[in-house]
């Protein structure tokens, strides 16, 4: 008897909550819009009238550098890789641009830039796809030897002192009418062309089928290393362009100026459902995961607390939610 | 190096082969030993007033990466990886630093017991968190860098504290002869008596046991979970007297996390502990942060740009790498 009303009251329960899990797995996005929409709200409550056009227009143009940055993570870790490196390489290509400029103008000074970026991707991709050297240790060794190369540089190149690019500060601070940031006008054709190279092409697929199962790539004949050594150069690209942005942003260049963006990077692309271990994640998701993230970032420096307070509270949240996603999707 | 590897035929059952076995075994740290002795041989020819202070020196700048080193290795051989080593290490530090200010040197004794076990509480509940949430270890400890690190500046605004005298002399100077730094004798004593009895018990073999096969190491009946909860305890208690050497050695806490945290996993790998878990030692990485070490003092002997030194650091990391997955890859074959 008492076997026969547990299962009848179980059974609706048990039903909603897989249905829940479904929509948790086939469209992570929309929780995660859910999670952000709460954010915004709470923002609200916190600071009453700080949530105007203006605001979200901040946030936005906050969040683009980190979700190219995050996006370099979100296609690396499809194949169960990861990029370190993506700090050192936007930090150099934005030194690179703002040091070439006075000399050789605007656009040889970001194709130079861009060019160095990929040669930084080649090498690391030849590490990974063809000697099998862990991403992680391989993005590590490289942003060490970019690091100290662009070091080097800026010993070399200490007198003509030019400054960031007058052009990559309207692209990475300007905003028109104060609501629309100019840095989507970079942005939004970028993530159009990710989303539909993950989602549409050929080689997308590939970067999905090497992270979910290596072994039955080999075997269906993709080459794996020249996929990989394809990927990490679109991803330092991808790390220069974002460099561009956050040098215009902060109206500074400096070697380590996009330092501290690498671990906010990962933990956005996990935030947005990326899987560390391969084959799950989309771009989409990503870049919700980084407004979620600077929202959070926003919050906690409009409540005045300590910076101490803030990386504690940060950091237990990327806890939180990474935990509760992992609940979600993998207990089936 | 690459001779002893690959030459397996000469695994028999006779006294040579019994050597040769232990030359397979332990040739990646065997190699690094013979590496780091030419490059001393090297640094005496360009420098040759290179002597027991250059030796005491360095065995006093590499105690604190050494042991972050050591921590690391035990995290990563139980197939995990903790990215908060160095906030571990900035909050062990501060809290050393601060309770030590202007009290009575038996009063540290206290304080240093406290901190390590501390340590082994910031581990334990890192472990716990992987365990619990099931996240990927690279996430959850990412997450918990920023914890550590907001707990250290809770501790301390800015660099402050103090430090025993007792601390301090521990590790300057030498001990018995001059050729043996104090640093690098409390260094040997703390990893052998904390590790070589773990490595040789029941909970070493359950270490790299779930560390090369969880699966298989479930099986046989060991509990995966309280042994990597145990392995991140094991790196918290690392790291913790990492932080305490540094302390003694500035003789203040610093609440901002040093580059400790990305060389202690470059020197784990340049040590011979894969990656993948369950292969290697912690006596590997030391040597490997010797040789780092003693790489970026010989640069500057030979007026190279500090820099260069970085590069030098990051092409040795991926050359040695590469080189290493080359010969498994051969071996595979």
């Keep these: 008897m008492s076997a026969v009303t547990n299962s009848a009251n179980s059974r609706p329960k048990w039903r909603t909550s897989a249905g829940v899990r479904l929509l948790f797995r086939e469209r992570p996005i929309i929780p995660l819009l859910a999670l952000l929409a709460l954010l915004v709200v709470l923002s609200e409550v916190i600071r009453p009238g700080i949530v105007s056009a203006n605001w979200a227009g901040v946030m936005i143009r906050a969040a683009i550098p980190l979700a190219i940055l995050a996006g370099c993570q979100t296609i690396t870790m499809l194949t169960a890789g990861i990029d370190l490196s993506v700090g050192a390489v936007a930090s150099m290509s934005g030194f690179l641009v703002a040091t070439l400029v006075g000399d050789y103008g605007l656009v040889v000074a970001v194709v130079i830039a861009l060019v160095v970026s990929a040669l930084v991707g080649l090498v690391t991709g030849v590490g990974v796809g063809i000697f099998r050297v862990h991403p992680l240790i391989m993005t590590l060794g490289m942003s060490l030897v970019v690091l100290g190369l662009a070091n080097v540089w800026q010993i070399q190149k200490v007198q003509t002192g030019a400054g960031v690019p007058e052009e990559f500060r309207t692209l990475g601070a300007g905003m028109y009418f104060d609501v629309v940031p100019i840095s989507l006008l970079v942005f939004l054709p970028l993530a159009a062309l990710i989303i539909f190279g993950l989602n549409r092409t050929g080689y997308g697929r590939l970067l999905y089928a090497i992270g979910d199962n290596p072994i039955a790539s080999r075997l269906s004949g993709v080459k794996s290393w020249q996929v990989l050594m394809i990927l990490y150069v679109i991803a330092a690209v991808l790390a220069g362009i974002a460099g561009f942005l956050i040098s215009g942003l902060n109206n500074t260049a400096s070697v380590t100026l996009a330092d501290t963006a690498v671990l906010p990077s990962v933990a956005a692309a996990v935030i947005g459902g990326t899987s560390i271990l391969g084959g799950r994640g989309n771009f989409g998701g990503t870049i919700i995961g980084a407004l979620i993230l600077t929202v959070i970032s926003s919050i906690l420096s409009s409540l005045g607390y300590p910076e101490a307070v803030r990386q504690i509270l940060y950091g237990s949240i990327i806890v939180f939610v990474a935990a509760a996603y992992t609940r979600i999707t993998l207990e089936a | ?333």
Excluded: H
Excluded at chain 2, 15 to 40: D, E, F, K, Q, S
Excluded at chain 2, 230 to 250: D, E, P, Q
Excluded at chain 2, 260 to 269: E, P, Q
């Design chain 2, 1 to 333: 190096m690459s001779t002893t590897i690959d030459t397996p035929d000469t695994m028999v059952s006779s006294p040579t082969g019994a050597v040769a076995t232990a030359m397979r075994r332990y040739a990646w740290t065997l190699g690094l030993i013979g590496i780091l002795a030419i490059l001393l041989v090297f640094t005496k020819i360009i420098q040759p007033s290179y002597g027991l202070t250059g030796i005491q020196g360095l065995a006093i700048s590499v105690l604190p990466l050494a042991l972050a080193a050591v921590a690391q290795a035990v995290a990563v051989i139980a197939r995990g990886i903790d990215l908060s080593v160095g906030s571990m290490m900035a909050l062990t530090s501060v809290v050393a630093a601060a309770l030590m200010e202007d009290r009575s040197e038996g009063y540290a004794i206290l304080v240093v017991i406290g901190v390590l076990l501390l340590g082994l509480l910031l581990g334990a509940v890192n472990g716990s968190l992987i365990v619990v949430t099931r996240v990927p270890d690279i996430v959850v400890t990412l997450a918990m860098l920023f914890v550590w690190a907001g707990c250290a500046l809770l501790v301390l605004k800015t660099p402050g504290g103090g430090s025993a005298e007792w601390l301090r002399g521990l590790t300057k100077g030498s001990l018995i002869t001059p050729f043996i730094p104090k640093a690098a004798l409390v260094l040997f004593l703390v990893v052998g008596a904390i590790w070589l009895p773990i490595r040789r018990s029941r909970l070493g073999l359950s270490l790299y046991a779930i560390g090369s096969a969880p699966l298989a190491a479930y099986r046989s009946g060991i509990s995966v979970a309280r042994t990597k909860i145990i392995a991140y305890m094991l790196t918290g208690l690392f790291s913790a007297l990492a932080g305490l050497s540094l302390t003694a050695s500035t003789g203040i806490g610093i609440p901002v996390p040093g580059p400790y945290t990305l060389m202690s996993v470059a020197a784990v790998v340049l040590g011979g502990v894969s990656l993948a878990g369950g292969r290697g030692g912690v006596f590997g990485p030391v040597i490997a942060v010797v040789i780092l070490s003693l790489i970026r003092t010989d640069m500057t002997f030979m007026n190279v740009n500090t820099n260069m030194a970085t590069v030098a650091q990051g092409l040795i990391l991926v050359g040695v790498v590469m080189i290493g997955s080359l010969i498994q890859l051969r071996r595979d074959r």
